[in-house]
């Protein structure tokens, strides 16, 4: 994945309606994102960032409360090779009323290679279901679930309706640390494969 132009979709917590708070409003403009994405797979990376008004938001209330606050995130970054696929995929989302009153589109932008700090792959971070449990147990191990939910408790993630079936689940992001950009390509939903490895530019 050559990362060259990028878009961020900044998302705006409602300050009338207790119901629409910042995650739930997150997941449903996810939710027409990842529509967007299954209609051109593979041409979509995503990574989550924090703006400068939610660090300042978190850090009043670790200050506050004497605590950290729990890690939470407000930015969408969508990383493309060309610029025309960020164009489409702004035309086929910027006319959902979900996008056009919860969140602010930044417009394509091209990747600044020169502040490139570092990279970092996202990918999914998935939990056996009950059934699907295959670890050997004794007295003293613990399940591989449970290893997995108490990994995932601090990690960003989403909460997608499929459009397909209706039903919910949870799409959680395992944010790793890397050298490079990788050559990998990303899933429908924007993230590296393990089979498929890349890395997006931090800056």
Not at 76 to 89: A, G, M, S
């Amino acid at each position: 994945m050559d990362a060259k132009y990028y878009l961020d979709i900044r998302v705006i917590e409602s300050s009338d309606d207790t119901d629409l708070k910042l995650g739930h409003i997150r997941n449903q403009i996810y939710t027409v994102i990842h529509g967007a994405f299954r209609k051109l797979p593979a041409h979509y990376a995503l990574a989550v960032e924090i703006s400068d008004k939610l660090k300042a938001k978190q850090e009043l209330f670790e200050k506050k409360y004497g605590h950290s606050a729990k890690p939470n995130f407000d930015i969408l970054r969508i990383f493309t090779e060309k610029q025309d696929e960020l164009d489409q995929l702004i035309e086929a989302i910027k006319g959902h009323w979900k996008i056009r009153d919860y969140a602010v589109l930044s417009g394509v932008l091209t990747v600044p290679t020169a502040k490139v700090s570092a990279w970092k792959s996202y990918r999914r971070f998935r939990i056996p279901t009950l059934k699907a449990e295959r670890t050997q147990l004794t007295i003293a191990s613990t399940p591989l679930r449970d290893r997995r939910l108490r990994t995932a408790k601090d990690m960003p993630y989403f909460k997608v309706i499929s459009q397909s079936t209706g039903q919910g689940f949870t799409v959680i992001i395992d944010v790793q640390d890397s050298e490079n950009a990788g050559y990998g390509m990303p899933d429908s939903y924007g993230l590296a494969r393990k089979e498929s490895p890349f890395a997006l530019p931090v800056f």
